[in-house]
């Protein structure tokens, strides 16, 4: 299992446009991605569950990645997390 922690920056937080495109992302992967901010937890495959989260500037969300691909679902889920939010 590998474990992403971030902090957003975006004014924003994790908005739809990024998030769909971010669920788009995670698609791609066999893994189960599972997001983690305080108590809340969502499938990063589900968009609305991800909304769901509000997150904001300033939170930090913790990423699990569990499954055969897991080291290339978390370097792509880190590299998208930062460029985007």
């Not at 698609?27 to 305080?38: E, Q, R």
């Not at 990645?65 to 985007?84: M, P, Q, R, S, T």
């Amino acid at each position: 299992m590998k474990e992403i922690t971030f902090t957003v920056t975006d004014p924003l937080g994790i908005h739809a446009r990024p998030a769909g495109i971010l669920v788009k992302e995670a698609k791609k992967f066999s893994s189960k991605i599972t997001v983690f901010k305080g108590e809340k937890s969502c499938d990063m495959r589900k968009l609305l569950q991800l909304m769901g989260l509000a997150v904001k500037q300033g939170d930090t969300i913790n990423v699990q990645v569990e499954g055969d691909d897991e080291d290339a679902c978390a370097a792509a889920i880190e590299a998208f997390l930062k460029e985007n939010f």
